[in-house]
């Protein structure tokens, strides 16, 4: 009769045991977790990974290179390959092809009696959030050094006409003092290119310190408007425009009121109507159409043209800072990204369609503010 060897008991005990422990910690674990054996075939998996990566029992015992279109990541074999062949630990932040971010270390499961990578444990732990809040940043601070450029290169100008237009005014005045006539002209012409310096830079001014307030979610009181009431009060602003331009504008208001901030709705009517006329085509009386209509989550408002158009490969800059699609056309392009950020900021989003010559369309969406 063979005699059961005590050592043998105790080894088979520890590995059940060991077995059990493993089985708990990954049924437990709240990170998704694989297990992949030395032959590349997977041997377990976490709850979280289950459900991550749409694994199901039927997974279990199968090659990871079958696991690839789960887990959206198409190296990810070649990396188990090269931690069982060195035995050393793989970190690394990747993209899979949904779009998410994740840590991923894989570590080599050694046994230590044998000295050999027996598999890998392979961790992921999501960082979306964090990648996006990255790129985030990384982009206001481009954009914020791409503004002070531009903010600085927009007020050189009108400083250097100030400049001299206020050296002109002074030999002018020489020329006064000692009695000529034509002077006198030559004084209200330079005056006025003055004034007209002076309100550019007035302009620039007064939207940086928009921009200021909107960045700093700075809160403006709500009310509810009527769209024809908010509207009378923007044409009526801009009717020198209109007048001068013989512009049309057409209102099919399907959607009478919402609750906001008057004086943001204003700066986002005032902005989108203005461009309306501002980049009209040459020789066409501009036709301007304002539609409003009420979604499950948004009120629409909706501005089309039949200006100039805007191309395609221009459509992602118009919301940048002193950006102006149009460089013959006057402005300082800080109105569209006014828009932009006024939208966000309160849980909207804006859209465009164009093409050039045949105008434009802008969509802006607007929540209802609380």
Excluded: C
């Amino acid at each position: 009769m063979p005699q059961s060897n005590p050592d043998s008991a105790k080894t088979k005990k520890e590995l059940i045991e060991l077995n059990d422990e493993l089985e708990n910690y990954f049924q437990n674990t709240i990170i998704p977790q694989l297990f992949v054996d030395a032959d590349l075939i997977l041997r377990k998996f976490t709850p979280p990974a289950m459900k991550q990566f749409d694994f199901s029992p039927k997974h279990i015992g199968r090659p990871m290179e079958e696991m690839v279109d789960n887990i959206r990541y198409s190296t990810i074999v070649e990396n188990i390959e090269e931690v069982i062949k060195t035995g050393e630990i793989f970190e690394k932040e990747i993209q899979t092809s949904d779009f998410r971010w994740f840590q991923m270390n894989i570590l080599p499961y050694i046994i230590l009696k044998e000295k050999k990578t027996n598999g890998v444990i392979i961790t992921f732990v999501d960082i979306t959030d964090r990648m996006k809040n990255l790129r985030e940043l990384e982009r206001l601070n481009t954009s914020h050094e791409t503004f002070i450029y531009s903010v600085s290169h927009d007020l050189k100008a009108p400083l250097s006409n100030i400049e001299g237009l206020v050296h002109n005014l002074l030999e002018i005045s020489d020329e006064l003092a000692k009695g000529k006539a034509d002077s006198k002209e030559e004084q209200k012409l330079v005056a006025g290119m003055l004034e007209k310096s002076v309100k550019s830079m007035r302009n620039i001014i007064n939207e940086l310190s928009e921009i200021t307030k909107i960045e700093g979610n700075y809160q403006e009181k709500l009310e509810t408007i009527q769209f024809d009431d908010i509207l009378k009060e923007v044409e009526l602003t801009i009717k020198e425009k209109i007048n001068e331009s013989k512009a049309h504008l057409h209102f099919n208001l399907k959607e009478t009121q919402i609750k906001f901030s008057r004086k943001n709705l204003r700066s986002i009517l005032y902005n989108l109507l203005s461009n309306g006329i501002k980049y009209r085509a040459p020789g066409i009386e501009p036709e301007i159409h304002i539609k409003t209509r009420k979604t499950k989550d948004f009120t629409v408002i909706s501005v089309k043209d039949n200006g100039l158009g805007i191309a395609k490969d221009k459509l992602d800059s118009i919301f940048i800072p002193f950006t102006r699609y149009e460089k013959k056309v006057e402005g300082t392009g800080i109105g569209l990204y006014l828009v932009k950020k006024i939208v966000e900021n309160a849980g909207g989003k804006i859209t465009v369609k164009s093409k050039p010559g045949e105008g434009s369309e802008f969509k802006v969406y607007l929540q209802e503010q609380a």
